[in-house]
Protein backbone atom coordinates (compact mmCIF):
# COMPACT_ATOMS: atom_id res chain seq x y z
CA UNK A 1 0.00 0.00 0.00
CA UNK A 2 1.47 3.42 -1.13
CA UNK A 3 2.10 6.04 1.90
CA UNK A 4 -0.64 8.56 2.51
CA UNK A 5 1.25 12.00 1.13
CA UNK A 6 -0.15 14.67 2.61
CA UNK A 7 -0.03 17.85 0.21
CA UNK A 8 3.39 20.58 1.51
CA UNK A 9 1.15 23.34 2.28
CA UNK A 10 -0.54 20.99 5.05
CA UNK A 11 2.89 19.92 6.15
CA UNK A 12 4.02 23.32 6.46
CA UNK A 13 0.76 24.64 8.84
CA UNK A 14 1.38 21.43 10.83
CA UNK A 15 4.75 22.70 11.75
CA UNK A 16 3.07 25.80 12.59
CA UNK A 17 0.67 24.40 14.67
CA UNK A 18 3.13 22.37 16.52
CA UNK A 19 4.95 25.39 17.16
CA UNK A 20 1.59 27.26 18.56
CA UNK A 21 0.58 24.14 20.99
CA UNK A 22 4.55 24.61 22.49
CA UNK A 23 3.66 28.26 22.98
CA UNK A 24 0.20 26.77 24.74
CA UNK A 25 2.04 24.76 26.48
CA UNK A 26 4.56 26.89 27.94
CA UNK A 27 1.32 28.88 28.99
CA UNK A 28 0.25 26.08 30.84
CA UNK A 29 -2.83 25.77 28.78
CA UNK A 30 -4.65 22.66 28.63
CA UNK A 31 -7.45 22.74 25.85
CA UNK A 32 -7.01 24.64 22.99
CA UNK A 33 -10.05 25.26 20.44
CA UNK A 34 -9.70 25.68 16.31
CA UNK A 35 -9.87 29.13 16.47
CA UNK A 36 -7.50 29.87 19.32
CA UNK A 37 -5.23 27.66 16.83
CA UNK A 38 -6.06 29.61 14.04
CA UNK A 39 -5.46 32.61 15.46
CA UNK A 40 -2.09 31.14 16.75
CA UNK A 41 -1.37 29.62 13.03
CA UNK A 42 -2.60 32.95 11.00
CA UNK A 43 -5.50 30.73 9.75
CA UNK A 44 -9.14 30.11 9.85
CA UNK A 45 -10.45 27.84 12.67
CA UNK A 46 -12.22 25.97 9.35
CA UNK A 47 -8.20 25.23 7.72
CA UNK A 48 -7.38 23.64 10.78
CA UNK A 49 -10.25 21.59 11.53
CA UNK A 50 -10.00 20.70 7.78
CA UNK A 51 -5.84 19.84 7.93
CA UNK A 52 -5.82 17.79 11.00
CA UNK A 53 -8.63 15.61 9.67
CA UNK A 54 -6.46 14.50 6.88
CA UNK A 55 -4.68 12.30 9.35
CA UNK A 56 -7.56 11.50 12.18
CA UNK A 57 -9.95 12.68 14.97
CA UNK A 58 -8.15 14.56 17.28
CA UNK A 59 -10.62 17.29 19.44
CA UNK A 60 -13.66 16.64 21.20
CA UNK A 61 -16.76 18.48 20.40
CA UNK A 62 -17.22 21.73 23.04
CA UNK A 63 -14.20 21.53 24.14
CA UNK A 64 -10.94 21.63 21.68
CA UNK A 65 -7.81 19.68 21.74
CA UNK A 66 -5.86 18.52 24.42
CA UNK A 67 -2.75 20.85 24.13
CA UNK A 68 -0.36 17.79 24.94
CA UNK A 69 -2.02 14.90 23.39
CA UNK A 70 -2.27 17.02 20.01
CA UNK A 71 1.45 17.99 19.82
CA UNK A 72 2.16 14.29 20.56
CA UNK A 73 0.50 13.48 17.54
CA UNK A 74 1.51 16.58 15.92
CA UNK A 75 5.27 15.36 16.43
CA UNK A 76 4.46 11.64 15.34
CA UNK A 77 2.84 12.78 12.20
CA UNK A 78 5.69 15.24 11.27
CA UNK A 79 8.05 11.91 12.68
CA UNK A 80 10.08 14.68 15.12
CA UNK A 81 9.02 12.72 17.86
CA UNK A 82 12.81 11.10 17.86
CA UNK A 83 16.07 12.09 17.31
CA UNK A 84 17.30 12.77 13.68
CA UNK A 85 20.90 12.71 12.96
CA UNK A 86 21.98 15.97 10.74
CA UNK A 87 25.19 16.88 9.23
CA UNK A 88 26.43 20.58 7.77
CA UNK A 89 28.22 20.75 4.64
CA UNK A 90 30.08 24.25 4.18
CA UNK A 91 31.13 25.56 7.99
CA UNK A 92 31.50 29.53 6.39
CA UNK A 93 29.81 32.70 7.99
CA UNK A 94 26.11 31.21 7.46
CA UNK A 95 27.02 27.52 8.49
CA UNK A 96 28.79 28.43 11.04
CA UNK A 97 25.75 30.21 12.69
CA UNK A 98 23.36 27.27 11.67
CA UNK A 99 25.30 24.67 13.61
CA UNK A 100 26.10 26.73 16.62
CA UNK A 101 22.02 27.33 16.69
CA UNK A 102 21.22 23.48 16.07
CA UNK A 103 23.82 22.32 18.84
CA UNK A 104 22.53 25.07 21.46
CA UNK A 105 18.92 24.45 20.58
CA UNK A 106 19.70 20.78 21.59
CA UNK A 107 21.20 21.22 24.75
CA UNK A 108 18.45 23.37 25.72
CA UNK A 109 15.33 21.78 25.17
CA UNK A 110 15.21 17.90 24.83
CA UNK A 111 12.46 17.48 22.75
CA UNK A 112 14.35 19.13 20.22
CA UNK A 113 14.79 16.29 17.35
CA UNK A 114 18.11 17.45 15.04
CA UNK A 115 21.19 16.42 16.37
CA UNK A 116 23.97 17.98 14.40
CA UNK A 117 26.58 14.91 14.47
CA UNK A 118 28.78 15.93 12.17
CA UNK A 119 30.00 19.09 9.82
CA UNK A 120 32.29 19.24 6.62
CA UNK A 121 34.64 21.38 4.84
CA UNK A 122 37.18 21.58 2.38
CA UNK A 123 39.33 24.37 4.29
CA UNK A 124 42.08 23.29 5.63
CA UNK A 125 42.51 25.39 8.34
CA UNK A 126 38.85 24.56 9.59
CA UNK A 127 39.00 21.13 9.10
CA UNK A 128 40.00 19.29 12.88
CA UNK A 129 38.63 22.69 14.09
CA UNK A 130 35.60 22.25 16.78
CA UNK A 131 32.03 23.65 16.56
CA UNK A 132 30.61 24.72 20.31
CA UNK A 133 33.70 22.02 21.27
CA UNK A 134 31.02 19.18 20.72
CA UNK A 135 31.76 18.70 16.33
CA UNK A 136 34.39 18.55 14.63
CA UNK A 137 34.71 19.88 11.01
CA UNK A 138 35.86 17.04 9.02
CA UNK A 139 37.32 16.74 5.38
CA UNK A 140 34.73 16.96 2.52
CA UNK A 141 36.47 13.91 1.13
CA UNK A 142 35.16 11.97 4.16
CA UNK A 143 31.46 13.20 3.27
CA UNK A 144 29.76 10.03 2.16
CA UNK A 145 31.44 7.65 4.48
CA UNK A 146 31.15 9.39 7.48
CA UNK A 147 27.36 10.34 6.69
CA UNK A 148 26.68 6.75 6.56
CA UNK A 149 28.42 5.46 9.55
CA UNK A 150 26.27 7.78 11.44
CA UNK A 151 23.34 7.50 9.85
CA UNK A 152 22.80 11.01 8.93
CA UNK A 153 18.71 11.58 7.66
CA UNK A 154 19.09 15.44 6.94
CA UNK A 155 21.97 17.65 5.38
CA UNK A 156 21.62 21.31 5.53
CA UNK A 157 23.87 22.50 2.82
CA UNK A 158 25.82 25.93 3.04
CA UNK A 159 28.65 25.58 0.10
CA UNK A 160 29.18 28.02 -2.63
CA UNK A 161 26.16 27.87 -4.83
CA UNK A 162 29.62 26.07 -7.81
CA UNK A 163 29.78 23.39 -5.32
CA UNK A 164 26.28 22.57 -4.65
CA UNK A 165 25.79 19.96 -7.02
CA UNK A 166 28.69 18.13 -6.22
CA UNK A 167 28.00 17.97 -2.39
CA UNK A 168 23.93 17.23 -3.30
CA UNK A 169 25.63 14.20 -5.09
CA UNK A 170 28.16 12.70 -2.50
CA UNK A 171 24.85 13.52 0.54
CA UNK A 172 22.87 11.39 -1.94
CA UNK A 173 25.55 8.55 -2.18
CA UNK A 174 25.78 8.78 1.94
CA UNK A 175 22.30 7.58 1.89
CA UNK A 176 20.57 11.46 3.43
CA UNK A 177 16.97 11.44 2.47
CA UNK A 178 16.44 15.00 3.05
CA UNK A 179 18.81 18.29 1.85
CA UNK A 180 18.12 21.59 3.29
CA UNK A 181 20.28 23.49 0.69
CA UNK A 182 21.05 27.63 0.70
CA UNK A 183 23.25 27.77 -1.87
CA UNK A 184 22.05 29.74 -4.29
CA UNK A 185 21.65 27.28 -7.13
CA UNK A 186 19.59 25.20 -8.75
CA UNK A 187 20.12 21.64 -7.80
CA UNK A 188 18.46 18.20 -8.29
CA UNK A 189 18.02 15.32 -6.26
CA UNK A 190 16.85 11.72 -7.17
CA UNK A 191 13.25 9.85 -6.67
CA UNK A 192 13.23 9.42 -2.58
CA UNK A 193 15.57 12.45 -1.62
CA UNK A 194 13.36 15.70 -0.52
CA UNK A 195 15.08 18.94 -1.65
CA UNK A 196 13.75 22.08 0.58
CA UNK A 197 15.29 25.16 -0.69
CA UNK A 198 16.07 28.23 1.12
CA UNK A 199 16.78 31.85 0.22
CA UNK A 200 16.54 35.13 2.46
CA UNK A 201 17.69 37.20 -0.60
CA UNK A 202 14.38 36.02 -2.12
CA UNK A 203 12.49 36.61 0.43
CA UNK A 204 13.83 40.07 0.83
CA UNK A 205 13.08 41.26 -2.73
CA UNK A 206 9.49 39.74 -2.35
CA UNK A 207 9.22 41.99 0.56
CA UNK A 208 10.59 45.11 -1.08
CA UNK A 209 7.67 44.54 -3.82
CA UNK A 210 5.41 45.64 -0.86
CA UNK A 211 7.23 48.46 0.26
P1 LIG B 1 31.22 31.32 3.16
O1 LIG B 1 32.12 31.55 1.99
O2 LIG B 1 31.47 32.03 4.43
O3 LIG B 1 31.20 29.74 3.49
C1 LIG B 1 31.22 28.73 2.52
C2 LIG B 1 31.98 27.56 3.14
O4 LIG B 1 31.84 26.43 2.28
C3 LIG B 1 33.47 27.83 3.29
O5 LIG B 1 33.89 27.45 4.59
C4 LIG B 1 34.11 26.94 2.23
O6 LIG B 1 35.41 26.49 2.60
C5 LIG B 1 33.13 25.81 2.21
N1 LIG B 1 33.13 24.98 1.01
C6 LIG B 1 33.39 25.33 -0.27
N2 LIG B 1 33.25 24.25 -1.07
C7 LIG B 1 32.89 23.21 -0.27
C8 LIG B 1 32.61 21.84 -0.50
N3 LIG B 1 32.63 21.32 -1.71
N4 LIG B 1 32.30 21.07 0.55
C9 LIG B 1 32.27 21.58 1.81
N5 LIG B 1 32.52 22.87 2.09
C10 LIG B 1 32.83 23.67 1.06
O7 LIG B 1 29.73 31.59 2.63
P2 LIG B 1 28.41 31.88 3.49
O8 LIG B 1 28.20 33.33 3.60
O9 LIG B 1 28.44 31.06 4.73
O10 LIG B 1 27.32 31.32 2.52
C11 LIG B 1 27.24 29.95 2.26
C12 LIG B 1 26.24 29.67 1.16
O11 LIG B 1 24.94 30.08 1.59
C13 LIG B 1 26.50 30.43 -0.13
O12 LIG B 1 26.08 29.65 -1.22
C14 LIG B 1 25.61 31.67 0.01
O13 LIG B 1 25.27 32.22 -1.24
C15 LIG B 1 24.43 31.05 0.70
N6 LIG B 1 23.61 31.96 1.49
C16 LIG B 1 22.29 31.76 1.45
C17 LIG B 1 21.44 32.50 2.22
C18 LIG B 1 19.99 32.19 2.13
O14 LIG B 1 19.18 32.86 2.68
N7 LIG B 1 19.64 31.13 1.45
C19 LIG B 1 21.95 33.49 3.05
C20 LIG B 1 23.32 33.67 3.13
C21 LIG B 1 24.16 32.88 2.34
Known amino acids: MREF ?7 RR ?17 YISSKELGERAGVTPAQVRKDLAMFGEFGKQGVGYEVCNLKEELRRILKVNRVINTALV ?13 IRRAQRQDDYPFRLVAAFDVDPQKIGRKIERMVEIQPFARLTEVLRDLNV ?21 GGVKGILNFAPAKVSVPNGVKLQNADVTLDLQQLAYYL
Open 5 to 11: RAPEVVI
Open 14 to 30: LAIYLRALGQCEEECES
Open 153 to 173: AIVILTVPASAAQEAVDRCVE
Open 90 to 102: GVGELGMALARYN
